[in-house]
Structures are given as C-alpha cells and as structure tokens.
C-alpha cells in the first residue's frame, strides 16, 4: 500500500527535504502551501512535477494554519497516514516584533492541526517540529527531561504546541510525536538565519560585491546539524508503536564566532575585517547556550548525525559560492508556473 503524507511547511527547508525523503521512499506527498504575491515554491521546484503528469507524486494545496476549516477540509480529501507539522513563523528575532501573529501560526496553528486531525478522524501519525529554544535558559546539555524556559514569543508558541501534542496523546489516545530538533542548516537555509547570511556574505565579500556584514551576539553557542539527517529523524520519529518525543542534536557547540573563522577561513578572509556589531539583530532576550544529548534518539530511533561542524560550514560556503555564479552567469532560471 503507498503511503500518504500531508506537510505543512513544505515550502521550508525542512519541508523540501522531507519531500525529497519521502518522495523517495515511495510516498504520495501532499503539502499546504500559502498565498504570497511571489513564487514560494524555490525549494521544492525540483520536484514538483505538473500535477497532470502520470510520474506525479507531489501535490500542492492552498491553505493556511491561521484557517482551520483549510486544514479540516485537506485532511478530508487527502486522507494522509502520516501528517508533518513544519509550518511556523520560525525566526526568533522576528517574534519579538509580530508577538501574537507568531503565537498564531506557531502556537495555535498546531493546535488548529491536531483539532482538524481529531473531528476528522482520520486514522493518522503526527510530527510536531518541536524546538531546543523551548529550553531557552536551563543550561547545556539540554535533553527530554530539562525543563522549557523559553526566552522568544516563537519559543513560548512552540512550548505551547509541544504540550498541545502531548495532550492530544494523552487526552485522545492520538498518536502525536514531537521531534525537539536543535539547529540544523544547509544551502536551503532561509538567507536571515545566521549561518546561511554569514556563508552568503562570504561568497560576495570574495567576489567583490559586498564589504560589511552586520550582525548581533557573536558569543551565542548553538548546536548546529545538517538539515538532511534531521528530517530522516522526523521520519523516524513516527515509526515506534508508541508516540514519543526526542532530542534531535549533534551533541557539539558552537559560537556564532567560530562559524564566522570556519567560514571565512575557508576562504581565506578573516572576518574580522568584514563584520560590524547592529544593535538591531540583539534579541531582546537572548538564548545563550543550546547542546542537545540525543541519546534517547540514538537508542530508540536509530538515529545517529554525521556531518561535523566544519563541512557544514564548507558544504554551505560552496553552495553560496556556486549560486551566486549561477545568478551572474544568467544561469538559474526561476520557474515561472
Ligand atoms: P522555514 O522558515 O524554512 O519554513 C517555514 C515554513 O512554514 C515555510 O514553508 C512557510 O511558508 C511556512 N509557513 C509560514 N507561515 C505559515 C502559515 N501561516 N501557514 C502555513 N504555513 C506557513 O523553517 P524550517 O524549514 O527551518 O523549519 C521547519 C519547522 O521546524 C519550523 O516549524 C521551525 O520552527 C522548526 N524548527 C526548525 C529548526 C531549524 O533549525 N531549522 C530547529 C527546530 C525547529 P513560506 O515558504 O510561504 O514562508
Ligand atoms: P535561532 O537561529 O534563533 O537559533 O533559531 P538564528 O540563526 O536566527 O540565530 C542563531 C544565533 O545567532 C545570533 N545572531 C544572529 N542571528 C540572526 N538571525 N541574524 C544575525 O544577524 C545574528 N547575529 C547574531 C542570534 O542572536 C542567535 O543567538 C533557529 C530557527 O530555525 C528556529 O526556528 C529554530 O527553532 C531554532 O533555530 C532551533
């Protein structure tokens, strides 16, 4: 029997990667995408064949997790085996500005999934995209058991749903795991996130096209994976005949710093000459130190991370470089659909 699954935030990074999974393992994926006045859909135009092609195996569908009869409807007509909840205003520092539109997607937007899961009754497995800012300000290593002191109107909404989807396990008998991911990149990194604008800075400030590169607190330590071997972890995260919820990390951190000399050394710069301090990207309330103990996920899921710090940072670096070729050279041609 092929397996059905529905993703909201597949227009994400981790949304493009796990259709790529999926995909890949047989799957009919299905995913929510939402109305923008541009293309959205870069990610994952790879993949997506016209929905009149006989290969296709990837469908889009408009819908929102502000809109709970959106939601209720698809999960009707898709009738999916397994649903991913990756959908969320996901950027820390934009939280602090759109506080309660962040609480509604990220919050309540899960909880408007997990109630549509519910009335539908649709016989189903849901992943909730759980977050290490959860933990915010209880000390490394952080693990299942450490209690949340979220420190972002984003982590507050993610406790939120996080205990959203253990009710509904509990209250509902549902099957609802959440993966407590710790920071994973890749050259699909949202361009505002720290490590995708600092290896984008790299491959223009070597080509000559840019010379400053404005950031906040260079002495946060984040445990940074690479963005593929996470979602394989959601994907695992559903298997077990029990629900659970699981530390997704690479056990190693880093600070913002020592991206900026792995980077910038890969290049032969030194940052130093390149980066100014902006109060404006200073959280108002900062997250100082996130290393994840993923023990748990490595004994009951299998799941074991690979790529080390620094070829992410190279993997990153060369992408940037071979895009912004690309965009000179003429040679990415956007899909006009
Ligand atoms: P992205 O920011 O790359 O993707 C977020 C996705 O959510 C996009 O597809 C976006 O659509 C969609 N989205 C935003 N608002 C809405 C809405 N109102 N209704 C429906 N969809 C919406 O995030 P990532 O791929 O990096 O992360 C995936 C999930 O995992 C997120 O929930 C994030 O908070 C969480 N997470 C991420 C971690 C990481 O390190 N990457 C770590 C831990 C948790 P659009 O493309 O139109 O903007
Ligand atoms: P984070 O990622 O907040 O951990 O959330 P981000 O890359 O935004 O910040 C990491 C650290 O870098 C510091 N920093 C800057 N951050 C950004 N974005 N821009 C800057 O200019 C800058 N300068 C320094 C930040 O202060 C912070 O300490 C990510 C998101 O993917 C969340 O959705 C996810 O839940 C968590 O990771 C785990």
């Known amino acids: 029997m092929t397996r059905v699954a529905f993703i909201t935030g597949i227009t994400g990074q981790d949304g493009s990667y796990l259709s790529e999974l999926l995909l890949a393992k047989g799957y009919v994926v299905h995913g929510l995408k939402r109305r923008s006045s541009t293309f959205n859909t870069e990610r994952i135009d790879q993949i997506d064949l016209h929905p009149r092609d006989p290969d296709a195996r990837l469908f889009l569908h408009y819908g929102d997790l502000a809109d709970a009869s959106s ?58 995209a759980s977050s290490s800012e959860m933990f915010g300000a209880s000390p490394p290593p952080q693990h299942e058991g450490t209690p949340f002191h979220p420190r972002s109107p984003y ?70 994976g690479y963005a593929p071997e996470y979602v394989e972890a959601m994907w695992l995260s559903l298997r077990p005949d029990q629900p659970g919820d699981y530390v997704v990390a690479s056990g190693t951190g880093h600070t913002v710093r020592d991206f900026l000399d792995a980077a910038f050394g890969h290049a032969g710069l030194d940052w130093r000459a390149h980066v100014r301090i902006d109060p404006a990207y200073v959280r108002p309330a900062e997250v100082n130190a996130l290393i994840g103990d993923s023990t748990k996920a490595r004994e009951r899921l299998g799941w074991i991370p690979k790529t080390e710090f620094a070829d992410l940072v190279r993997i990153m670096v060369e992408a940037d470089r071979q895009l912004l070729d690309d965009e000179r050279s003429g040679r990415l041609i956007r899909r006009d659909r």
């Open 71 to 128: 939601l209720a409807g698809l999960l009707r007509e898709i009738q999916p085996d397994e649903v991913y909840n990756l959908g969320a205003q996901s950027h820390v520092r934009v939280s602090f500005d759109i506080a309660t539109y962040t609480a509604d997607i990220t919050g309540m937007g899960a909880l408007r999934l997990l109630e549509a899961v519910r009335r539908s009754g649709v016989d189903c497995r849901v992943y909730q």
């Open 155 to 224: 982590a507050c909404a993610k406790a939120f749903a996080y205990w959203a989807g253990v009710n509904y396990r509990e209250a509902w008998g549902m099957y609802v795991s959440n993966g407590i991911l710790f920071n994973h990149e890749s050259p699909r990194r949202g361009e505002n996130f720290v490590t995708r604008k600092i290896t984008r800075a790299v491959a223009r400030i070597e080509a000559g096209i840019q010379d400053a590169l404005y950031l906040g607190n260079l002495d946060a330590v984040r445990d940074w």
